[in-house]
Structure formats: structure tokens, C-alpha cells
């Protein structure tokens, strides 16, 4: 049980996923073969550190990795393909795979195969990441062997520090806004148009007020606007801070 397997093929197995109406048997040939290929496994959708942490940070890194030569990123956990497709179109994930282990077939072949039984989750995968090349594994971030789910290894940052520890990581921008605000569709398209990814919050919504935008930026107008976090200011801050 929980096997590194650095060195040795990918297992075959055949992955059954629905796409669209249809359903479309998926090989790890097809998967890994002539690819450099990341694959991050987690014990299920929809659970919290999977949902908030694991899955969210290598899609955000994906052009990162894409610029160091990974041609995909793999999402593998034992549930079927309706749920990990469920999953993919709540995260927004559009950088990831999602591929279904729904028998587990793929994760008992690696030793990953563990059980869950006290959850009421029966047979799940043990949290890990790997590095495939051309059908062959590279490396591997295997999750200590301690009760519960830890989360240390097989985070997106420590595989990017494996495959480059030099790479350049994108700026984490963060837009508070409200709806009909010129100066927030003004600030939107400054950071489009210089490059910049944002995650737009808009006040209204999920239970953001202005009494949040308040407590969270010191300031009662829109847009309000925060690179790595520190607070840039409005959308006449944000050009300036882009002039720079």
C-alpha cells in the first residue's frame, strides 16, 4: 500500500467517461503516451480540501506548467463520471482532465487503493501527484501515511518547484466590484488587456456587502482591486500600478 512507483509504466486501464451525451472509453495510452503529463489524485469530488485547495491551484498554475513543457494535467479520483463531471463544470477548472476511476481499477494498480469505510466512502485514492513522461512515471508526491487526509506533498507549487523551481508564477488579482460600476468594467479590461487573470467578487452576491467591502479594503467604492494581496486601490490606482 502506497507504493512509489517512480520508474515503472503507467498501468492499463481503460477509463469509461461520458462526454457530452456519448460514452467514450478513455486508455492511459491515450492519455500518456508521447506526453509529459501531471496527475494529481484526491479522495473525491466535492470535498473541501479537494474542492478549495488541491484542484483550484494546479488549474490556476496550468499556463505555468504549460510553459514548462506539460502537455496535460490530470484530476483522478474513484468516483464515476457523472459526479467528476458535476465537479469539473462547478470549479471552472478548464485547464484540468477529469478522469473518472469509478472501479478503482487504476488506483489499486498504483497501490493507491485505500479504504474509507469510516467515512461511508467505501474504497477511495490516496492523495497524491505524479509526473508522467511518455507513458512512464517520473516522479511521484505520495501523502504521508497518517490518519485522516493530510495535504502536504501533493500540492501544485511543490510539483512546479520539482519540474522548475525558477518558474515565474502568475499574479494573484482579486477584483471587489458591483454590478452597473463603469469603473469596474474599466479595471476588468485593463487587466484583460494587460494579461492578468482576475477573480472578480462582485458585492450582492454570496453574501458580500458593502460592509465587507468596507472591513476588507478601508474604502466604500468600487472597484477595489488587490494583486497578491495588497490593495492597489481603485481603477485610477490600478493604471498607474500597470504604468509601473
Not at 512515471?137 to 525558477?166: C, H, R, W
Request: glycine share 8%; charged share 20%.
Amino acid at each position: 500500500m502506497l507504493q512509489n512507483s517512480e520508474g515503472k509504466n503507467i498501468p492499463a486501464v481503460t477509463f469509461h467517461t461520458r462526454q457530452g451525451n456519448e460514452w467514450v472509453d478513455v486508455t492511459t495510452a491515450e492519455l500518456f503516451t508521447g506526453k509529459n503529463v501531471i496527475v494529481f489524485a484526491l479522495p473525491g469530488a466535492f470535498t473541501p480540501t479537494c474542492s478549495s485547495t488541491h484542484l483550484p491551484r494546479y488549474n490556476e498554475l496550468a499556463p505555468v506548467f504549460a510553459a514548462n513543457g506539460i502537455d496535460d494535467i490530470i484530476c483522478l479520483s474513484v468516483n464515476d463520471t457523472f459526479v467528476m463531471n458535476a465537479w469539473a463544470e462547478d470549479q471552472h477548472a478548464d485547464n484540468i482532465t477529469f478522469i473518472p476511476d469509478g472501479n478503482g481499477e487504476f488506483s489499486a494498480a498504483m497501490d493507491m487503493l485505500v479504504d474509507k469505510d469510516n467515512l461511508g466512502f467505501g474504497k477511495r485514492s490516496w492523495r497524491y501527484s505524479m509526473l508522467v513522461k511518455d507513458g512512464v512515471i517520473d516522479k511521484m508526491f505520495i501523502e504521508a501515511d497518517l490518519p485522516g487526509d493530510p495535504f502536504e506533498v501533493s500540492d501544485a507549487d511543490t510539483m512546479l518547484d520539482y519540474i522548475n523551481p525558477q518558474a515565474e508564477q502568475p499574479k494573484r488579482v482579486t477584483v471587489l466590484s458591483k454590478p452597473g460600476c463603469p469603473h469596474c468594467t474599466r479595471a476588468k479590461k485593463a487587466l484583460t488587456d494587460n494579461g492578468y487573470k482576475y477573480e472578480a467578487i462582485e458585492l450582492g452576491s454570496h453574501g458580500v456587502s458593502f460592509s465587507t467591502l468596507q472591513a476588507v479594503s478601508g474604502h466604500g467604492t468600487t472597484p477595489q482591486i488587490f494583486i497578491d494581496g495588497e490593495l492597489i486601490g481603485g481603477a485610477d490606482d490600478l493604471e498607474a500600478w500597470l504604468k509601473r
